[in-house]
């Protein structure tokens, strides 16, 4: 199969058009994504092609955007509703935890919610508190919606296709950083399952679990701590919810060392399942304490310099297998 270079940003747009040209029930809302191209412009171009009645602009209301697209959803179509920045999911939260993820199962299973919800996450340029942040904890208990997280062009693309052909409801986390990163995107109809974690680089000593922009700074230290004679498996789980255990548990217990890498603060991050799960299932094959490489317990500073300092980098992440591994 042949390949392209596509930025990010590229990949996810192509998915979109893609998805608009296949299906004529879906459809793409929310603020400034028509002529505008939303505010990171991934949106650009699609509504010159597809129109005002597939592609529009909504007023400033998360909880609007949000039950819009549940009610579109249940009856029949498939949205996909933009958020300037995952920080305003808690504006939209009642419309997201309590409608979206369980109106299917207080119906009886008799409505479907097939939709999108992308939402930029992530620190990105000292954007502040309250747009710098990585939600996707929160959802951790949303037992009715899916959490995605690609981390490369390819799985941006093939995951969000994915989810917009879902008939369930989806949190698609789009990392601000990423954006404009560059990786070969497969031709043709290309798609990626959910829930099935990709494990970017096989290691024996050490299972380093990475989410979003830590997965490539993960990476990164691998390829450092190989030189120190020290082999790491870098295991992306592609997201929060659903979240493939058999392959960690597995890597862990080839390794018996495990360390959770996210940009999400330690309390609550997405880490902090996985550890609890592989202390209750494999205690007795770990060789050293779970590790987790996360940012500090606090806020975003509106500082870039204070901004950078807070973000853990493949030295964090080198650092905390060493340490496992003494």
């Not at 058009?17 to 400034?32: H, I, K, N, S």
């Not at 005002?52 to 209301?61: G, I, N, Y």
């Not at 693309?157 to 917009?164: D, E, Y």
């Not at 940012?295 to 080198?318: C, I, K, N, W």
């Amino acid at each position: 199969m042949s390949e392209r270079e596509l930025t990010f940003t590229q990949a996810i747009n192509e998915a979109l058009a893609e998805e608009l040209e296949r299906d004529p029930d879906v459809f793409l809302m929310g603020e400034d994504v028509g002529g505008f191209g939303g505010v990171f412009g991934v949106t650009q171009g699609l509504q010159d092609k597809f129109g005002e009645r597939r592609v529009f602009d909504t007023p400033l209301s998360e909880t609007l955007i949000v039950g819009a697209a549940v009610g579109a959803a249940i009856t029949g179509l498939r949205p996909v509703a933009e958020l300037q920045y995952s920080d305003f999911v808690g504006i939209a939260m009642d419309e997201m935890y309590n409608k979206a993820a369980k109106w299917k199962f207080m119906h009886g299973g008799r409505l479907d919610v097939p939709m999108v919800v992308r939402a930029p996450e992530g620190a990105k340029g000292g954007a502040g508190a309250e747009h710098s942040q990585s939600p996707g904890g929160l959802f951790q208990s949303a037992f009715g919606m899916y959490v995605l997280m690609p981390t490369n062009p390819a799985d941006a693309k093939g995951l969000l296709k994915s989810a917009i052909r879902d008939d369930n409801p989806v949190l698609f986390l789009e990392h601000k950083a990423l954006y404009s990163k560059k990786g070969l995107v497969p031709d043709g109809e290309h798609l990626v399952p959910i829930g099935v974690a990709a494990t970017p680089r096989q290691g024996s000593d050490v299972t380093v679990v990475a989410w979003g922009s830590l997965v490539p700074r993960s990476l990164q230290a691998a390829e450092v701590l190989a030189e120190e004679g020290i082999d790491v498996e870098v295991i992306d789980p592609r997201g929060i919810r659903p979240l493939d255990l058999p392959t960690i548990l597995a890597s862990v217990e080839r390794t018996g060392r495990l360390v959770l890498v996210h940009e999400a603060p330690g309390a609550g991050g997405p880490g902090a399942e996985v550890a609890a799960v592989v202390a209750e299932q494999m205690l007795d094959v770990l060789e050293a304490p779970i590790l987790r490489v996360t940012t500090p317990d606090t806020y975003f500073p509106q500082s870039v310099h204070l901004e950078r300092m807070m973000l853990p980098g493949a030295s964090d992440v080198a650092d905390a297998v060493r340490r496992v591994m003494a």
